[in-house]
């Protein structure tokens, strides 16, 4: 690539575009979530056909997010980022204009094809777009998208399908695609390989079927049972199947969809291993605190989305902080002070109860904040340090795709440990709701175990009790993962080389 980077101004016109085409791609992963029962009341679906809005939108990205990296060498990163905008961005209005289940799930289909493209293609003209002293700035800035998107959707969610409408939930996309397809078309160079390579369609078909079979798998299996239900165990199936086969192909294939080389990169491999373990602590939190602060904690949709709103305020911070003293501290101080952070937070977290206020809540997220900030700027920018620049396309996807995945393997999976031990908490506690137990004598002095409604009452309430019991044990869970990733931290180099360079830039 040419060391001519285009000038300044022009840097902040293509990173405000790529981030605002970033933004309303993240937003999407969470936003629709809180619309999700007035979307079902609307079309009138059932609570099981209504989890295909969110299901589709995960299966189709995943499926096509791996193709997106060639499809940049081949047509270039500007014709794919604007094709995909705008394909994302009237999949957004016909999501908003939806009657019927099938339209809104078509569109939904659509908004994941479209969309896949978005987050990974972005990192790379950001990198490119600036010379490698200003690459820790740059992450900071893509990483504002990549993790805020996510924690502010639910509040932004909640906020819209309050005050206005569910619609609005997609319709708010329509002005971050114009702006990012303006600013894109105007300002951004054509970015393309100089090799063509040919697409290997049978790799791709295989990864394909194992990740749309994973997420598949991974999104409906709370819902059905797990592999207590013959569909969770033909995707499980499936999953392995196709994955073995691709691996077997990648290894022995001329021309692989995916060059085995990427991962020869200790740095990359690394990085994308910590991303894959951030995915699952961050967006697991994500996922369990909005649940258990409206069931347990009794607070309405707006005041959660409210107290969820300062972790992305410390991540915010962090991002900025980092960005700055990277250029005078090892990276990898700020990488181990990430998961100290998170670390720290999820202890906290384990020391919930019943009868908290709010602040616990804000402040293990602000600095489970700052933790998520501290760790994701040196972790975009290592990543891609020692990595040739001709792997910078398939680098990016599979950065975004491994993230992406860990955060979908730690939602499902530890949903479905709180909610399996709130199940054994469950058969411990009831076990001491007997007429002979002194203590629920001396407690509850005038239970009587012949009114219905009277062990009505006490079995919600057990209920309510092994259930904080099960959130706290998963919090511990995340305690001990966070903790375990700290010695890792020291096996990344911060030595940059000068990598291969294989790209042109031309301004059009």
Not at 271 to 293: R, S, W
Not at 424 to 443: C, K, M, Q, T, Y
Not at 461 to 487: E, G, K
Not at 499 to 505: A, F, R
Request: aromatic share 12%; with cysteine; net charge neutral.
């Amino acid at each position: 690539m040419s060391e001519a980077y285009p000038a300044p101004a022009t840097r902040r016109f293509i990173t405000v575009s790529v981030m605002a085409a970033s933004l309303m791609n993240t937003l999407d992963t969470t936003i629709a979530n809180v619309a999700l029962p007035h979307v079902q009341g609307s079309v009138s679906a059932s609570a099981d056909e209504i989890t295909w809005v969110l299901t589709s939108y995960i299966v189709s990205a995943a499926i096509v997010m791996p193709l997106t990296g060639w499809l940049a060498g081949r047509f270039g990163r500007k014709r794919l980022m604007l094709c995909s905008i705008v394909g994302f961005t009237i999949a957004s209005a016909l999501c908003g204009a939806s009657n019927t289940l099938v339209e809104i799930v078509g569109a939904r289909v659509l908004q994941g094809i479209f969309g896949a493209a978005l987050v990974p293609m972005s990192q790379a003209i950001l990198l490119d777009i600036n010379p490698p002293e200003k690459h820790a700035s740059a992450m900071s800035i893509w990483s504002m998208g990549a993790v805020l998107g996510p924690i502010i959707g639910p509040t932004l969610g909640g906020w819209l399908t309050d005050d206005f409408n569910w619609r609005w939930v997609f319709f708010i996309n329509l002005p971050f695609g114009v702006l990012a397809f303006a600013g894109l078309t105007i300002f951004l160079g054509d970015m393309r390989s100089s090799e063509r390579v040919k697409l290997d369609l049978f790799g791709f078909g295989m990864l394909g079927l194992a990740l749309g079979s994973l997420q598949l798998m991974l999104d409906r299996g709370q819902t059905q049972d797990w592999f207590n239900a013959t569909e969770i165990c033909i995707e499980a199936g499936c999953a392995l199947f196709f994955a073995y086969i691709f691996l077997v192909h990648t290894m022995t294939a001329r021309r692989p969809f995916i060059d085995p080389a990427l991962f020869a990169d200790r740095n990359f491999t690394l990085c994308i291993l910590f991303g894959f373990f951030m995915g699952m602590v961050l967006f697991g939190v994500l996922a369990l605190m909005p649940p258990m602060m409206e069931s347990l904690l009794g607070y309405p949709v707006v005041l959660t989305g409210i107290l969820t709103a300062p972790r992305g305020i410390g991540s915010l911070i962090a991002m900025m902080v980092t960005a700055r003293l990277m250029k005078w501290f090892d990276p990898r101080f700020f990488i181990a002070l990430g998961f100290v952070s998170t670390a720290w937070s999820t202890y906290h977290m384990t020391h919930f109860s019943l009868e908290m206020g709010e602040w616990p809540v804000v402040f293990t997220g602000i600095v489970q904040g700052f933790g998520s900030g501290f760790i994701f700027v040196p972790l975009s920018t290592l990543a891609f340090g020692t990595l040739p620049r001709r792997f910078r396309n398939e680098g990016a996807v599979m950065f975004t795709l491994t993230r992406n995945v860990g955060s979908a393997i730690g939602i499902a999976t530890l949903q479905a440990i709180t909610v399996r031990n709130a199940a054994i908490v469950h058969s411990r506690l009831i076990e001491g709701i007997r007429p002979d137990n002194p203590v629920l004598a001396r407690v509850v002095p005038d239970f009587d175990f012949t009114l219905p409604a009277a062990v009505a009452r006490m079995n919600a309430l057990v209920t309510r009790q092994a259930m904080m019991v099960s959130y706290l044990d998963t919090f511990w869970l995340l305690f001990i993962l966070s903790l375990v990733m700290i010695p890792l931290v020291p096996l990344l180099r911060t030595r940059r080389q000068a990598p291969g360079d294989e790209m042109q830039l031309h301004m059009e």
